[in-house]
Every structure is written in C-alpha cells, then in structure tokens.
C-alpha cells in the first residue's frame, strides 16, 4: 500500500483531550508509591489501570480514579518474582501476560492479580532463547518474541547491524514458528590490539515490532516501509509512505553530545566522549520511531525527532494500511497504550519523577 498523504489532509485530524483525566504518580506524597522504570501500563474494560513499575519488581492495580488498590510482585527468581520486569501484556479477555526478560518467563494473572500459570520459553534444542526485546500475545494464546543475538554481529571497525530472531512460542513455551531474522539495532565497533568497543550508533537505523490479533508488524527504519505478518510469518502487506527524509550534519552530533554530557561531571565527560570517539552517524535520520497498533487494529507510527525537537507526532495506519491522518501528541508524553477513546502516557516531571496519564482521544 503506498500511501502519497493522509486521508485527512484539509480536515480535522484525530487529537488528544490536552488535559488529562488522571494522573497516576508524579508528585505523590505517599511513600513506596513513586513510580519509577514503569515499563507497561494497560487500562481494563472496567476502568481499572495496571502498571508495570519495573524499578520495584511490581504490577500495580489502580481504580479508575487513580487510587492504588494493591501491589504483587517482587524482586527474586520464585513464583511471582522477577529479575526484570519487562513487558505485561493483555491476555485473552480477563487475564494479564507479564514478561520477565532476564528469565524468559511468562506469568498468567487474572485482573484481580491473581497469579495462573507460569511459562518459561526455551528453544527446540532445549536451551534458553537469546535476551528478549519486544513481547506480544496473540488472539489465540500464543507468544511473539523478537531477540537480541549479540553475537550476531561480526567485530568488524565501523558501523555494522546484526540479525534479530523472531519467534512464536506455544503457551507451553516450545516454538511453534521461526519468524525470520530482521535487521537489528545498528551499532558503531572500534577495533584496536588491546580488543573490540562496540556502542550503538549515533542516530543508528533499527527495527520496531507492534503485535496484534493475529499478525505483527516490523518497521525497519532505515526506510519508510512497515512489512505486516501472519502470526506463523506469512507476509500479507507493507506500508509505504515517502516523507521527507533530514540530513544529519555536525551540528547533530554535537547536539547529541552535548544532550547526554549536560549532567556528568568533567570527568565523566571525557570518558563519554572517549567511547563514542570515530562513531559517526548515517547520513540521514532514521525514516520513523516506535510503532503501536491501538486495540481497534489501527497502526501508529512515531515520527523520529531529531536532537532538540520536542514536536512528537505520530502517523496512522487503517487496518487495510491506508495513511488516516497524524497525531500530535502531548509534550514530553511515550505512549503505553491506545484505546478507541483514550491514550494511557508515561512522562516525568521537573524533578524527573515518572507519572502516568490518561488521555481523552478524538477520532473526528
């Protein structure tokens, strides 16, 4: 499907509601309720909000007014621990999915927190699967896992991408489905007698991975193509649109430098800059960000912001992937989740503490 412009060019776009609903921490005063490294949050049909606050190993419950209600989780290895607490996820129409990527483990709670079956994943050969990235659960209760192999990249002087592995598991854990490999995360290699310093690449291209009912999608970046999938690897479609493309220059760079520099010591400034010595960015900016698909089957596709742009925007795709219309979103707000009629965000505050916000959304 090549796309030239939205649907909606001329007419009122889609917008979020510019006040939230709800405010979920932030500024709390109550103790052990600050959120801190939130890595999901998902609002239930009854209007309760669960947050993966992965800083304290715990799955949050809230009221549709915000109150905690109850906390499980730990930090530990046993049954209803975890070692990093990487995604949660939807499962089927009452339950809830909770990734643990150091252990490849999938624990089953109803909505209440009620902890069901445990699954750990594990490759034909019986071994465990390499670091996981990106978690999704389809309709029919199986897994999507994309990997990070980070052996899959030669050590080779330069900028260099390795391969991702892609796979569906069984809701026992055994693979049903190799999905294929995608180009990974680009990363920028120095190698030198005394050994290889690898560190990604500034402004580096990579790849972007958004599950739905039945397929998935991977965007990879270095162009402006999203591929689309059957759930077993069938490619059924890809999404095509040409915006304009921004060269990187030196400016960039040192923008880039300076952002990630301002709060170090003069110290540690000289060490950061030491490692990223010879890395040089691609010529142009990666063609898109992060994509989502909403719980209606649309796809949202996050524009790349280069260093010092703030105006986060998204494009969107109908489910046969014809360009909808494009969607501002709120100052200083990453998407957690999109309703029909809402957004759950996760920003910080001044004092870089981390809030969660729920978001009206107007499909004009």
Not at 279 to 293: D, G, K, L, Q, T
């Amino acid at each position: 499907v090549d796309n030239t412009a939205p649907k909606s060019a001329g007419d009122a776009a889609w917008q979020f509601v510019s006040n939230p609903s709800l405010t979920i921490g932030g500024n709390t005063t109550n103790a052990g309720e600050e959120l801190y490294r939130v890595a999901s949050a998902i609002r239930l049909d009854n209007g309760q909000i669960v947050v993966a606050n992965a800083g304290t190993f715990e799955i949050r419950f809230y009221d549709a007014n915000g109150t905690l209600l109850h906390s499980i989780g730990s930090e530990g290895g046993g049954p209803g621990e975890f070692q990093a607490l990487s995604s949660l996820r939807r499962y089927g129409s009452d339950s809830l999915a909770v990734f643990d990527g150091q252990q490849r483990r999938i624990t089953l709670y109803d909505v209440e927190g009620n902890r069901g079956r445990m699954t750990t994943l594990v490759l034909n050969d019986g071994g465990g699967v390499p670091f996981g990235a990106t978690f999704g659960v389809f309709a029919d209760g199986t897994f999507f896992l994309a990997t990070i192999d980070p052996f899959s990249a030669r050590p080779q002087a330069g900028a260099t991408r390795g391969d991702e592995p892609t796979f569906r598991f069984s809701e026992t854990g055994t693979i049903l489905d190799n999905l294929g490999a995608f180009p990974g995360r680009e990363i920028y290699m120095a190698v030198s007698p005394n050994g290889v310093r690898a560190t990604r690449r500034i402004f580096g291209y990579s790849s972007f991975y958004a599950v739905a009912t039945d397929h998935f999608f991977v965007g990879t970046n270095d162009r402006y193509e999203i591929a689309r999938y059957t759930s077993n690897g069938l490619l059924t479609m890809k999404i095509r649109t040409n915006p304009p493309r921004i060269p990187v220059d030196g400016h960039h760079r040192d923008a880039f430098m300076q952002i990630r520099t301002a709060d170090l010591s003069p110290q540690a400034r000289i060490a950061y800059e030491a490692r990223y010595e010879g890395n040089e960015p691609p010529p142009i900016f990666p063609a898109h960000n992060e994509i989502i698909v909403d719980r209606d089957g649309y796809l949202w596709v996050s524009h790349y912001l280069p260093p010092g742009e703030n105006d986060k925007q998204f494009s969107v795709f109908d489910p046969d992937g014809h360009w909808v219309t494009e969607v501002d979103l709120p100052d200083d707000i990453s998407v957690l989740e999109i309703g029909s009629d809402y957004m759950l965000g996760l920003g910080r505050n001044e004092l870089d503490v981390e809030y969660v916000r729920l978001y009206g959304l107007d499909r004009n």
